[in-house]
Protein backbone atom coordinates (compact mmCIF):
# COMPACT_ATOMS: atom_id res chain seq x y z
CA UNK A 1 0.00 0.00 0.00
CA UNK A 2 1.64 3.74 -1.10
CA UNK A 3 1.87 5.95 1.98
CA UNK A 4 -0.33 8.56 2.09
CA UNK A 5 -1.69 11.63 4.22
CA UNK A 6 -3.14 10.75 7.51
CA UNK A 7 -5.96 12.54 8.19
CA UNK A 8 -7.97 11.38 11.50
CA UNK A 9 -11.51 9.74 10.82
CA UNK A 10 -13.84 12.27 12.46
CA UNK A 11 -16.38 9.53 12.39
CA UNK A 12 -14.45 6.92 14.39
CA UNK A 13 -14.01 9.02 17.53
CA UNK A 14 -11.83 6.53 19.22
CA UNK A 15 -8.93 7.76 16.63
CA UNK A 16 -9.10 11.31 18.51
CA UNK A 17 -8.63 9.99 22.17
CA UNK A 18 -8.22 13.37 24.39
CA UNK A 19 -6.74 15.31 21.04
CA UNK A 20 -9.50 17.90 21.01
CA UNK A 21 -9.73 17.57 25.39
CA UNK A 22 -8.43 20.95 27.33
CA UNK A 23 -8.75 23.60 24.43
CA UNK A 24 -9.62 26.31 26.88
CA UNK A 25 -9.31 28.50 24.39
CA UNK A 26 -10.89 26.78 21.42
CA UNK A 27 -14.18 28.69 19.97
CA UNK A 28 -16.70 27.58 17.40
CA UNK A 29 -16.95 28.96 14.11
CA UNK A 30 -18.98 32.04 14.47
CA UNK A 31 -22.69 32.04 14.11
CA UNK A 32 -22.28 34.18 10.44
CA UNK A 33 -19.59 32.22 9.18
CA UNK A 34 -21.65 29.00 9.75
CA UNK A 35 -25.25 30.33 8.57
CA UNK A 36 -22.58 31.26 4.96
CA UNK A 37 -20.98 27.87 5.24
CA UNK A 38 -24.74 26.14 5.14
CA UNK A 39 -25.66 28.66 1.98
CA UNK A 40 -22.64 27.92 0.33
CA UNK A 41 -22.79 24.13 0.81
CA UNK A 42 -26.71 24.31 -0.62
CA UNK A 43 -25.16 25.62 -3.71
CA UNK A 44 -22.94 23.11 -4.09
CA UNK A 45 -24.68 20.85 -3.76
CA UNK A 46 -27.17 22.34 -5.79
CA UNK A 47 -25.05 22.86 -8.51
CA UNK A 48 -23.09 19.91 -8.41
CA UNK A 49 -26.50 17.63 -9.19
CA UNK A 50 -25.49 14.48 -7.93
CA UNK A 51 -22.00 14.56 -8.79
CA UNK A 52 -19.62 12.84 -5.96
CA UNK A 53 -17.39 16.17 -4.19
CA UNK A 54 -13.93 15.79 -4.51
CA UNK A 55 -12.49 19.15 -1.61
CA UNK A 56 -9.13 20.34 -2.82
CA UNK A 57 -6.41 20.92 -0.61
CA UNK A 58 -6.65 22.05 3.17
CA UNK A 59 -8.89 25.35 2.14
CA UNK A 60 -12.14 23.69 1.65
CA UNK A 61 -11.36 20.70 4.34
CA UNK A 62 -14.84 22.57 6.48
CA UNK A 63 -17.41 21.52 3.98
CA UNK A 64 -15.98 18.21 3.54
CA UNK A 65 -15.87 17.83 7.36
CA UNK A 66 -19.68 19.58 7.82
CA UNK A 67 -20.75 17.61 5.14
CA UNK A 68 -19.65 13.89 6.01
CA UNK A 69 -21.64 14.18 8.86
CA UNK A 70 -24.64 15.48 6.99
CA UNK A 71 -24.64 12.73 4.51
CA UNK A 72 -23.82 9.63 7.21
CA UNK A 73 -26.24 7.33 6.62
CA UNK A 74 -28.26 8.94 4.24
CA UNK A 75 -29.45 7.37 0.99
CA UNK A 76 -28.72 8.74 -2.56
CA UNK A 77 -26.40 11.50 -0.68
CA UNK A 78 -22.74 11.78 -3.01
CA UNK A 79 -19.65 10.38 -1.55
CA UNK A 80 -17.14 13.61 -0.33
CA UNK A 81 -13.62 12.88 -0.65
CA UNK A 82 -10.23 15.46 0.81
CA UNK A 83 -7.80 15.80 -1.88
CA UNK A 84 -4.47 16.70 0.38
CA UNK A 85 -2.53 18.65 -2.82
CA UNK A 86 -0.82 21.69 -2.91
CA UNK A 87 0.53 23.80 -5.98
CA UNK A 88 -0.84 26.43 -7.96
CA UNK A 89 2.08 26.30 -10.56
CA UNK A 90 4.70 23.87 -11.67
CA UNK A 91 7.32 25.73 -12.47
CA UNK A 92 8.66 26.06 -15.80
CA UNK A 93 8.50 23.03 -18.21
CA UNK A 94 4.90 22.64 -16.37
CA UNK A 95 3.95 19.12 -15.06
CA UNK A 96 5.70 16.80 -17.32
CA UNK A 97 8.99 18.86 -15.91
CA UNK A 98 8.32 17.57 -12.19
CA UNK A 99 10.60 14.96 -10.74
CA UNK A 100 8.84 11.04 -11.91
CA UNK A 101 9.54 10.06 -7.89
CA UNK A 102 7.08 12.99 -7.14
CA UNK A 103 4.74 12.49 -9.93
CA UNK A 104 4.95 8.35 -8.72
CA UNK A 105 3.95 9.27 -5.11
CA UNK A 106 0.87 11.72 -5.87
CA UNK A 107 -0.73 9.32 -8.16
CA UNK A 108 -0.52 6.86 -6.07
CA UNK A 109 -2.42 8.90 -3.20
CA UNK A 110 -5.21 9.39 -6.06
CA UNK A 111 -5.51 5.44 -6.50
CA UNK A 112 -5.64 5.12 -2.94
CA UNK A 113 -8.64 7.67 -2.84
CA UNK A 114 -10.62 6.29 -5.42
CA UNK A 115 -9.64 9.12 -7.55
CA UNK A 116 -7.04 8.05 -10.21
CA UNK A 117 -8.25 8.64 -14.20
CA UNK A 118 -9.66 5.24 -14.60
CA UNK A 119 -11.77 5.66 -11.31
CA UNK A 120 -13.23 8.45 -12.19
CA UNK A 121 -14.29 7.06 -16.08
CA UNK A 122 -15.69 3.89 -13.91
CA UNK A 123 -17.60 5.69 -11.20
CA UNK A 124 -21.50 5.55 -11.30
CA UNK A 125 -21.26 9.05 -10.86
CA UNK A 126 -19.69 12.30 -12.05
CA UNK A 127 -16.80 13.80 -10.08
CA UNK A 128 -16.95 17.25 -9.01
CA UNK A 129 -13.58 19.41 -7.84
CA UNK A 130 -14.32 21.52 -5.73
CA UNK A 131 -12.01 24.60 -4.56
CA UNK A 132 -10.91 27.90 -3.42
CA UNK A 133 -10.60 29.52 -6.77
CA UNK A 134 -8.83 33.29 -7.43
CA UNK A 135 -7.16 32.70 -10.50
CA UNK A 136 -7.44 29.35 -11.19
CA UNK A 137 -3.98 27.75 -10.69
CA UNK A 138 -4.69 24.77 -8.69
CA UNK A 139 -7.36 23.39 -10.49
CA UNK A 140 -5.33 24.00 -14.24
CA UNK A 141 -2.50 22.15 -12.20
CA UNK A 142 -4.39 18.99 -10.92
CA UNK A 143 -6.46 18.51 -14.31
CA UNK A 144 -3.00 18.72 -15.90
CA UNK A 145 -1.75 16.18 -13.49
CA UNK A 146 -4.96 13.89 -13.68
CA UNK A 147 -4.52 14.16 -18.04
CA UNK A 148 -0.45 12.87 -17.66
CA UNK A 149 -1.67 9.98 -15.31
CA UNK A 150 -4.08 8.85 -17.77
CA UNK A 151 -1.85 9.28 -20.02
CA UNK A 152 1.23 7.02 -18.14
CA UNK A 153 -1.96 4.51 -17.16
CA UNK A 154 -3.47 4.25 -20.58
CA UNK A 155 -6.68 5.85 -19.51
CA UNK A 156 -8.99 7.27 -22.28
CA UNK A 157 -8.50 10.84 -20.97
CA UNK A 158 -11.73 11.82 -23.20
CA UNK A 159 -13.77 9.18 -20.55
CA UNK A 160 -12.41 10.94 -17.82
CA UNK A 161 -13.09 14.47 -18.81
CA UNK A 162 -16.25 13.88 -19.55
CA UNK A 163 -17.16 12.50 -15.85
CA UNK A 164 -15.85 15.79 -14.32
CA UNK A 165 -17.13 19.15 -13.13
CA UNK A 166 -15.57 22.17 -11.33
CA UNK A 167 -16.98 24.21 -9.05
CA UNK A 168 -15.12 27.52 -7.77
CA UNK A 169 -15.61 29.22 -4.65
CA UNK A 170 -14.97 32.54 -5.67
CA UNK A 171 -15.20 36.18 -4.13
CA UNK A 172 -18.13 37.65 -3.84
CA UNK A 173 -18.88 41.12 -6.78
CA UNK A 174 -21.46 43.16 -8.10
CA UNK A 175 -22.87 40.89 -10.77
CA UNK A 176 -22.61 42.69 -14.18
CA UNK A 177 -22.01 42.02 -17.46
CA UNK A 178 -18.37 43.07 -17.55
CA UNK A 179 -17.36 40.79 -14.62
CA UNK A 180 -14.35 39.05 -14.53
CA UNK A 181 -14.23 35.18 -14.08
CA UNK A 182 -11.74 33.04 -13.51
CA UNK A 183 -12.89 30.72 -15.93
CA UNK A 184 -12.11 33.29 -18.78
CA UNK A 185 -9.17 33.21 -21.29
CA UNK A 186 -7.38 29.80 -19.51
CA UNK A 187 -5.94 27.88 -22.16
CA UNK A 188 -5.71 24.75 -20.41
CA UNK A 189 -9.80 24.32 -20.62
CA UNK A 190 -8.36 22.60 -23.95
CA UNK A 191 -8.22 20.14 -22.08
CA UNK A 192 -11.72 19.73 -20.80
CA UNK A 193 -13.83 20.75 -23.20
CA UNK A 194 -17.18 19.00 -21.69
CA UNK A 195 -16.46 20.03 -18.72
CA UNK A 196 -19.76 21.76 -16.76
CA UNK A 197 -17.95 24.81 -14.75
CA UNK A 198 -19.75 26.54 -11.98
CA UNK A 199 -19.07 29.39 -9.88
CA UNK A 200 -20.31 30.05 -5.79
CA UNK A 201 -19.81 33.56 -4.81
CA UNK A 202 -18.82 33.44 -0.84
CA UNK A 203 -18.59 36.28 0.75
CA UNK A 204 -14.51 37.84 1.06
CA UNK A 205 -14.49 37.74 4.89
CA UNK A 206 -15.40 34.11 4.84
CA UNK A 207 -12.76 33.42 2.21
CA UNK A 208 -10.24 34.98 3.91
CA UNK A 209 -10.93 33.03 6.57
CA UNK A 210 -11.33 29.49 5.31
CA UNK A 211 -7.85 29.91 2.85
CA UNK A 212 -5.62 32.23 5.12
CA UNK A 213 -6.31 32.60 8.88
CA UNK A 214 -8.35 29.33 10.23
CA UNK A 215 -5.87 26.83 11.07
CA UNK A 216 -5.88 23.33 9.37
CA UNK A 217 -6.24 19.51 10.66
CA UNK A 218 -3.20 18.68 8.58
CA UNK A 219 -0.16 20.14 6.88
CA UNK A 220 0.24 21.41 3.35
CA UNK A 221 0.66 18.27 0.62
CA UNK A 222 2.89 20.39 -1.11
CA UNK A 223 5.56 18.39 -4.33
CA UNK A 224 8.36 18.27 -1.44
CA UNK A 225 5.86 15.48 0.85
CA UNK A 226 3.84 13.38 -2.31
CA UNK A 227 6.79 10.81 -2.26
CA UNK A 228 7.09 10.63 1.57
CA UNK A 229 3.75 12.31 3.08
CA UNK A 230 4.60 13.88 6.77
CA UNK A 231 3.17 12.39 9.49
CA UNK A 232 3.90 13.44 13.39
CA UNK A 233 2.39 15.12 16.50
CA UNK A 234 -0.32 17.44 16.41
CA UNK A 235 0.41 21.09 17.32
CA UNK A 236 -1.87 23.37 19.17
CA UNK A 237 -3.31 24.95 15.67
CA UNK A 238 -3.73 21.49 14.43
CA UNK A 239 -5.74 20.37 17.46
CA UNK A 240 -7.74 23.30 17.74
CA UNK A 241 -8.53 22.62 13.64
CA UNK A 242 -9.59 18.60 14.48
CA UNK A 243 -11.95 20.39 17.50
CA UNK A 244 -13.72 22.02 14.51
CA UNK A 245 -13.97 19.16 12.32
CA UNK A 246 -15.59 16.99 14.70
CA UNK A 247 -17.88 19.66 16.17
CA UNK A 248 -19.03 20.67 12.11
CA UNK A 249 -19.59 16.85 11.60
CA UNK A 250 -21.49 16.73 14.88
CA UNK A 251 -23.48 19.57 13.40
CA UNK A 252 -24.19 18.10 10.15
CA UNK A 253 -25.58 14.81 12.12
CA UNK A 254 -28.43 16.49 13.61
CA UNK A 255 -31.98 16.40 12.31
CA UNK A 256 -32.04 20.19 12.63
CA UNK A 257 -29.47 20.54 10.78
CA UNK A 258 -30.18 18.60 7.67
CA UNK A 259 -33.65 19.80 7.33
CA UNK A 260 -32.31 23.43 7.88
CA UNK A 261 -29.49 22.90 4.21
CA UNK A 262 -32.67 20.46 2.92
CA UNK A 263 -34.70 23.73 2.69
CA UNK A 264 -32.32 25.66 1.03
CA UNK A 265 -31.50 23.69 -1.37
CA UNK A 266 -35.26 23.21 -2.19
CA UNK A 267 -35.76 27.35 -2.58
CA UNK A 268 -32.74 27.02 -5.67
CA UNK A 269 -33.97 26.84 -9.86
CA UNK A 270 -31.99 23.15 -9.47
CA UNK A 271 -34.84 21.60 -7.51
CA UNK A 272 -36.26 20.50 -11.20
CA UNK A 273 -33.02 18.27 -11.19
CA UNK A 274 -34.29 14.55 -10.15
CA UNK A 275 -30.88 14.05 -8.91
CA UNK A 276 -31.58 17.41 -5.85
CA UNK A 277 -35.07 16.51 -5.49
CA UNK A 278 -33.91 12.75 -4.06
CA UNK A 279 -31.35 15.00 -2.41
CA UNK A 280 -33.58 16.77 -0.60
CA UNK A 281 -36.14 14.36 0.53
CA UNK A 282 -33.63 11.88 1.93
CA UNK A 283 -32.14 14.42 3.84
CA UNK A 284 -35.80 15.22 5.04
CA UNK A 285 -36.30 11.77 6.35
Same mark, same amino acid.
Given at each position: *????????????????????E??????? *?R???L????????????????????? =????P?????????????????????????? *????????????????????????R?????? /??I?????????????????? *????????????????????A?Q??????????R??N?????R????? /?????????? =???????S????? =????????T?? @?? =????????????? @????? /?L????????????R?E?H????L? /??? @??M????????????K?
Amino acid at each position: *MPETPFRWNIARREQLGSLTEGLSDYRF *MRADDLVILRRTSARLLALSNGADLAF =IGRSPENFFDYLSGLFEGVEAAPTCHLVQFS *MRWPGEGGVRALPRDKLEGLFAYLRALGLAP /ADIAAAPAPLALVDFVAYGGT *METLVSLLHLQAEWEGTDWNAVQRRLKLIGLTHRTKNSPNTWRWQQNQ /AWLDLIPDVD =IKNVSVPSGFLYL =IANFQAKVTRS @HH =IGRWASPERGTLD @HDQRL /ALRLAADLYDLGRTREERHRLAGLI /ART @HQMRQPKTRALVTALKR
